[in-house]
């Protein structure tokens, strides 16, 4: 238990460090290529938008405008002095027809790409094309052991993920699990992640993210003190997975209140304290990265789920023209002065403006998670 908690306390610091150096040398764009599905996940926040889901599903963009999209990705790096990478996801990007295509234009424009999907067309024929056309990641969603993972997306879908994953080590792809935490699956991160360690599968970044439904927030969003024992106990758990000597799971500390609470838990260096603190927007909410959105329509957001945060359309205007337009100055001015803008964790943290927003209905108050201050929810 010891040697498993000196291995994190140097794990957490070392990941603040080098995360919050790869991001600012990226453009990344997370690109929904269709709604399309075969699952129908209870939390999605897709389907649930029925009005918008069906939109998508019948105006997607075309192969061609996908390409001149790609083409703006790619110009705009390159203006910026930054390394694309684009992930791919949906829905599944494998529902459409013309992902093979897509995948070879990116591999001829040398951009690196991941893909957010489903388990369910995984094969090993197919891993191996995706590592030759340059794969660099592919993440799965696990949101439970078998029963509450399967009731929550679909029978039969933990067994196809874990299927997934194993193919995907044997190809040496990195795989990144996404939990979905909320009160009905919080039970069963820990034996979740006690599975994956016993059955010796290779995870490069487990990460939970908060639920976000904006019709049943009251019932299950986080308040303070049950983020704060949310946090305890992953800490439980990542200390008993560090004392192993194999660590075949590897953590990400994505979640934005993670930062001020492993600082006051005494895990964080003052000398990496004080020099991300001091850095403006250093690792705090991805909307003040060079991190964008856009939907199978063309639709263009900072964040999927943060309704204020739409930029325009890609058809309308280029992506290059969006990221430098004044809609996205006005929101990256918006979250300078919202209501965390004094906290000493600011440039670190600032909350989730996705649960703020359902929460709220507003982007510039506090999170509702926030233990820093008193809870009025």
Same mark, same amino acid.
């Given at each position: 238990?010891?040697?498993g908690?000196k291995?994190?306390r140097?794990y957490?610091?070392?990941f603040?460090?080098l995360?919050?150096l790869?991001?600012s040398?990226?453009?990344?764009?997370?690109?929904?290529?269709?709604?399309?599905c075969s699952m129908?996940c209870?939390h999605c +926040?897709i389907y649930m938008?029925s009005?918008r889901?069906?939109?998508?599903?019948a105006?997607e963009?075309s192969f061609?405008?996908?390409?001149?999209?790609?083409?703006? #990705?790619?110009?705009?790096?390159i203006k910026l002095?930054?390394?694309?990478?684009?992930?791919?996801?949906?829905?599944?990007p494998?529902l459409r027809d013309d992902?093979?295509q897509?995948?070879d234009y990116v591999?001829n424009?040398?951009?690196?790409?991941g893909i957010?999907?489903?388990?369910v067309f995984l094969?090993?024929e197919?891993?191996?094309?995706?590592?030759e056309n340059? =794969?660099?990641r +592919?993440?799965?969603s696990?949101?439970?052991?078998e029963?509450?993972h399967?009731f #929550?997306?679909s029978?039969?879908?933990?067994? %196809?993920t874990? %299927?997934?994953?194993?193919?995907?080590?044997?190809n040496d792809i990195?795989v990144?699990?996404k939990?979905?935490?909320? /009160?009905l699956n919080?039970?069963?991160?820990?034996?979740?992640i006690?599975?994956?360690?016993?059955?010796n599968l290779k995870?490069?970044a487990f990460?939970?993210a908060r +639920?976000?439904?904006?019709d049943?927030i009251?019932e299950?969003i986080y308040?303070?003190?049950?983020?704060k024992e =949310?946090?305890?106990?992953?800490?439980d758990?990542?200390?008993?997975?560090?004392s192993?000597?194999?660590k075949?799971?590897?953590f990400?500390?994505?979640e934005?209140l993670?930062y001020?609470f492993l600082?006051?838990?005494g895990?964080?260096?003052?000398?990496?304290?004080? /020099?991300?603190?001091?850095?403006?927007?250093?690792y705090?909410?991805?909307?003040?990265k060079?991190i964008?959105?856009?939907t199978?329509?063309?639709?263009?957001?900072k964040?999927?789920?943060v309704?204020?945060?739409f930029?325009?359309?890609?058809?309308?205007?280029?992506?290059q023209?969006l990221?430098?337009?004044v /809609?996205? /100055?006005?929101?990256?001015?918006?979250?300078?002065?919202?209501?965390?803008?004094h906290c000493?964790y600011y440039?670190?943290?600032?909350?989730c403006?996705?649960?703020?927003?359902a929460?709220? %209905?507003n982007?510039?108050?506090?999170?509702?998670?926030?233990?820093?201050y008193?809870?009025?929810?």
């Amino acid at each position: 238990m010891c040697d498993g908690l000196k291995y994190l306390r140097g794990y957490i610091n070392e990941f603040f460090r080098l995360r919050a150096l790869a991001i600012s040398k990226k453009l990344i764009v997370q690109f929904h290529l269709t709604s399309k599905c075969s699952m129908k996940c209870k939390h999605c +926040y897709i389907y649930m938008n029925s009005e918008r889901y069906q939109d998508e599903l019948a105006n997607e963009l075309s192969f061609s405008w996908v390409c001149r999209v790609i083409d703006s #990705i790619y110009n705009t790096a390159i203006k910026l002095q930054l390394d694309p990478v684009i992930e791919f996801t949906g829905g599944d990007p494998f529902l459409r027809d013309d992902f093979t295509q897509i995948i070879d234009y990116v591999k001829n424009k040398g951009i690196k790409f991941g893909i957010k999907g489903n388990p369910v067309f995984l094969t090993d024929e197919l891993i191996k094309n995706l590592k030759e056309n340059g =794969l660099i990641r +592919y993440q799965l969603s696990l949101d439970g052991i078998e029963s509450t993972h399967d009731f #929550i997306r679909s029978k039969g879908s933990f067994q %196809k993920t874990i %299927k997934g994953i194993q193919l995907l080590n044997q190809n040496d792809i990195p795989v990144f699990i996404k939990y979905t935490v909320s /009160k009905l699956n919080q039970n069963d991160l820990k034996p979740l992640i006690y599975f994956l360690d016993e059955n010796n599968l290779k995870i490069s970044a487990f990460s939970v993210a908060r +639920y976000a439904d904006k019709d049943n927030i009251d019932e299950m969003i986080y308040k303070p003190d049950e983020m704060k024992e =949310l946090f305890e106990l992953l800490l439980d758990v990542y200390i008993k997975i560090f004392s192993n000597k194999t660590k075949n799971i590897h953590f990400l500390f994505k979640e934005h209140l993670w930062y001020p609470f492993l600082h006051q838990k005494g895990y964080i260096d003052n000398r990496l304290l004080q /020099k991300m603190v001091s850095i403006e927007n250093c690792y705090n909410c991805t909307m003040t990265k060079n991190i964008f959105v856009i939907t199978p329509t063309g639709d263009i957001y900072k964040c999927r789920k943060v309704d204020a945060s739409f930029l325009g359309n890609v058809k309308e205007s280029s992506f290059q023209d969006l990221v430098y337009g004044v /809609k996205h /100055k006005q929101l990256l001015d918006t979250l300078q002065n919202s209501e965390c803008r004094h906290c000493f964790y600011y440039n670190v943290c600032l909350g989730c403006p996705a649960i703020t927003e359902a929460v709220r %209905k507003n982007i510039v108050e506090r999170d509702p998670g926030c233990f820093l201050y008193k809870s009025n929810i």
